[in-house]
């Protein structure tokens, strides 16, 4: 993330959050926190607990942000993308955002139910990588569509049901709906390249045989006792071995919700 | 091909419960937001470092990102670091950690040091690489902790050592790892039953004594990698030569170790001149420091040394200590009226040889400077002096607070022209825009002499340094120059050789080593002798590493 991007992240995260921003130029953000994002980022329990008691409601820090190298003399604190701040801001956005059920506001219509799943699939041999997919699946006809976040961000949505608009129930019922997924998710991987994965396989496979001859070794003179010791510290190296050496897919959802789509729009996305 | 393949489980299952407790939900605007949240934070490509991307406040050296680039491409995160002293082991292990942290590949985490470099490698982990280690104070620590820094000697102790090797630890960093190379000492074995994924070894010497030791440590990261013992001892031998000359061994020892020179990195280090400046005191000055030679110190010789290292620095400095002396000897009235004379005497005395030597040099340059003291006195006594010449300096202290010492710091970069410090104590303070350095009085303890230049000769460094040593002859001073520091070249040496040949030579502590020879010594002439039999034991020991090994040290 460049510092420019930065700076418009917290712009956005903090309206979002209902912060009051009390300046915002290049590079520079003073923001005045809410209670909720206080206790969150300036972690002062103490603070929070002894102003309830009294019955009162507390004052929420103001805080400044500097992204702008040039903005450095500046009184703030220096935010960029290693800084534990910006990650404290993006795990609290991660949780904030992650389920959801919305509404397209599209006037006098029927909605059609979508199941919308955006996936981080991470793949660890010898070092790891990770993919986004963000996947939308009608849950009437059960059609899949790739891309699905791109495809939102044209459509305004609400959180409540728009006035005389009305939604078709569901016939694909959510669990099933990710069973779907995980079956496609499965069927997309087997298709990728698997070099990476072959390669982690043959270094396994290498140092497991140089792991045996070792042991072995030293297993034909042990006593008895050695033998039990040598067994343990043997499982012990082949259990690190496989940690880091077998390849392994892990799929996780990032976040994911229920959206309600005009028919016109549903049409659109399955490409009818 | 089989590859392991797991589905989150848990998020269907919220999700549905979510729905059918109608919440709560968050806007379109909010999940979106959380969506390129994730996208930012996604890992696109096996190759090449996330990690630099992370800590723009860190300029890495070519040496350093190829080492941490070899470890995670090649070695699969298990590997000796052996660069060379100074060409920042911690720096490399910080950021392939980093690496793996950002990958989301290390989560819990031990680091294993020496006990005195714990705080710093917290402070470092902490300032350098945002990795929120801490160090191992209580025992509950171990358990709840992602990140923790503890020496060995307290992690194998009960009753740590069972909640230690009952954890499994996704990366391990062991530092000063030529300790480890015994294989039948506790240390060793307490290791080598640790749960670890990833490992990082740190040594400047893979190779101590013998060919074995590059044995037991390959054989913690990979065990059988270099065959069983038998077998290695068979096919290698066991002189450490053969590191440098079988070409098998050196590939196959490459495969796991990264170790960087000082001359391959690249880096066009500026040069340290160095300047022994010779003071001969005033004739009253050398009476004054001749009857501190006082027969009353017969039984009690360590008094009179520091009385005199004192009065090589300044007459403020002894007379601090003489102050004392008579304060807590008025029963005994030789004593007393001893150091009351002494008293006199130097009260008598004109402005020190050795700071007029500092007003020749400091006056005659409009650069700035930075002098290390031993003594306080000496270093209000210099600012004084210094101030009535028409020079500005700050004081600095290790015991200062770290906003006054970068205060303090700032006034040196922008307005004062001399820093008066007593010690080197202070890790991340930048002075590298300084490039001249007085050693006012030289500490006994080289390993502070280097700490000292290190502030000012290391990365960053434009310009060539100038160190100057004052040193007055006839005097304490003398011995310590002629004999010790030319002779082992001491003040060119890089600190860590030094620290293993004090270690081989077991000298645990060469200041306290060289006290003793000279409260010992009934005599100038015995001292001489002893000071250069130890000399001596360093000459021979450096030769023996240089021809025997270029791959293992330099010591």
């Known amino acids: 993330m460049e510092q420019q991007a930065i700076h418009n992240y917290l712009h956005n995260f903090f309206s979002l959050n209902q912060c009051e921003i009390k300046e915002s130029r290049q590079g520079k953000i003073t923001v005045k926190l809410n209670e909720e994002l206080d206790r969150l980022l300036l972690n002062r329990p103490f603070y929070w607990e002894y102003i309830k008691k009294i019955g009162q409601e507390g004052e929420t820090a103001t805080l400044t942000f500097i992204s702008s190298p040039s903005m450095r003399h500046e009184e703030g604190e220096w935010i960029h993308f290693g800084s534990p701040r910006l990650h404290q ?51 009437i006809n059960g059609t899949m569509v790739f891309n699905f976040m791109e495809l939102l961000k044209k459509i305004s949505f609400s959180s409540v049901i728009p006035d005389y608009s009305y939604t078709i129930s569901p ?38 045989e140089i792991l045996n001859h070792f042991y072995e070794s030293y297993t034909e003179t042990a006593s008895d006792d050695e033998k039990e010791l040598l067994k343990e510290r043997y499982e012990n190296e082949v259990d690190h071995l496989e940690k880091r050496l077998l390849p392994e897919i892990q799929i996780k959802i990032i976040n994911g919700g229920l959206f309600y789509l005009s028919e016109t729009t549903s049409n659109q996305f399955i490409g009818k | 091909m089989d590859i392991k393949y797991q589905f989150d489980k848990q998020f269907p299952n919220e999700l549905d419960k979510k729905l059918i407790e109608n919440g709560p939900f968050c806007s379109f605007d909010m999940f979106q937001m959380a969506y390129e949240t994730a996208k930012s934070l996604a890992v696109p490509n096996f190759k090449g470092l996330m990690s630099p991307n992370y800590l723009p406040h860190m300029e890495f050296l070519d040496h350093q990102l190829d080492c941490a680039k070899q470890v995670v491409e090649k070695m699969s995160g298990r590997a000796i670091l052996a660069d060379e002293v100074g060409l920042g082991k911690t720096i490399e292990a910080g950021l392939i950690l980093k690496e793996y942290m950002v990958r989301g590949l290390a989560k819990k985490i031990l680091i294993l040091v020496p006990a005195s470099l714990v705080n710093q490698w917290v402070k ?20 709840q902790c992602d990140v923790v820094v503890s ?7 009960p009753p740590h050592k069972d909640i230690v090797l009952s954890q499994k630890y996704d990366f391990i960093i062991i530092d000063e790892a030529h300790k480890l190379k015994n294989h039948k000492t506790k240390n060793y074995q307490f290791v080598n039953s640790l749960k670890k994924t990833y490992c990082l070894l740190l040594t400047a010497t893979p190779v101590q004594n013998q060919l074995a030791d590059i044995f037991n440590l390959v054989t913690i990261l990979k065990p059988g990698y270099l065959g069983s013992y038998d077998e290695f001892s068979k096919t290698f031998g066991n002189k450490r030569s053969a590191l440098k000359r079988d070409e098998n061994l050196k590939q196959l020892v490459q495969n796991v170790m990264v170790r960087n020179r000082r001359e391959d990195t690249g880096i066009d280090w500026t040069k340290r001149k160095i300047d022994t400046i010779w003071i001969n005191f005033s004739e009253d000055e050398q009476s004054a420091y001749d009857d501190l030679d006082h027969e009353l110190f017969s039984k009690d010789p360590f008094t009179s040394i520091t009385l005199k290292r004192e009065f090589c620095s300044s007459r403020e400095a002894c007379y601090l200590s003489l102050k004392k002396m008579v304060e807590q000897h008025e029963e005994n009235n030789s004593k007393q009226e001893w150091g009351e004379q002494v008293i006199q005497k130097i009260e008598q005395l004109p402005h020190h040889a050795k700071a007029k030597k500092v007003i020749d040099i400091i006056g005659n340059s409009d650069e700035k400077f930075i002098i290390f003291t031993e003594y306080r006195a000496t270093q209000y006594y210099l600012q004084w002096y210094l101030q009535q010449h028409g020079i500005s300096s700050v004081p600095f202290r290790g015991g200062f607070k770290r906003g006054k010492k970068e ?3 700032q006034l040196f970069q922008n307005h004062a022209q001399v820093l008066i410090a007593t010690e080197a104590g202070g890790e991340g303070i930048n002075l ?17 002499l280097e700490q000292r230049i290190g502030r000012i000769h290391r990365f960053g460094q434009k310009e060539d340094v100038n160190i100057y040593y004052l040193a007055i002859r006839n005097t304490i001073d003398e011995h310590l120059i002629s004999l010790l520091y030319e002779k082992i070249n001491l003040f060119e040496r890089v600190i860590g050789d030094l620290d293993d040949i004090l270690e081989q030579l077991n000298i645990p502590n060469l200041e306290n080593e060289i006290k003793e020879i000279f409260a010992e010594s009934q005599s100038p002439g015995e001292a001489r002798i002893k000071m250069e039999n130890l000399t001596a034991a360093f000459q021979q020991n450096q030769e023996e590493g240089m021809s025997e090994d270029g791959t293992a040290s330099n010591s």
Not at chain 1, 173 to 198: M, T, V
Not at chain 2, 432 to 448: E, S
């Open chain 1, 171 to 208: 016939i694909v019922r959510i669990p099933s709906a990710f069973n779907r997924i995980n079956n496609y998710l499965q069927h997309y991987l087997s298709e990728q390249e698997d070099d990476w994965a072959k390669e982690a396989y043959e270094h396994f496979d290498k140092e497991k």
């Open chain 2, 124 to 143: 470092e982990l902490n300032e350098k690489f945002y990795i929120p280690a801490v160090s191992q104070r209580k025992s509950y620590v171990w358990e």
């Open chain 2, 151 to 157: 020496s060995i000697d307290t992690a194998k102790r």
């Open chain 2, 407 to 409: 205060w303090m710091t």
């Open chain 2, 432 to 448: 590298q825009f300084c490039n001249n350095m007085i050693h006012y009085d030289l500490p006994w303890n080289p390993m502070r």
């Open chain 1, 89 to 139: 801001i993006f795990n609290s956005q991660l949780a904030q955002g992650r389920y959801t059920m919305l509404y397209e506001q599209a006037g006098q219509t029927a909605l059609n139910p979508w199941l919308v799943n955006n996936i981080m699939i991470s793949y660890k041999g010898r070092q790891k990588k990770d993919e986004i997919l963000s996947i939308g699946l009608h849950l």
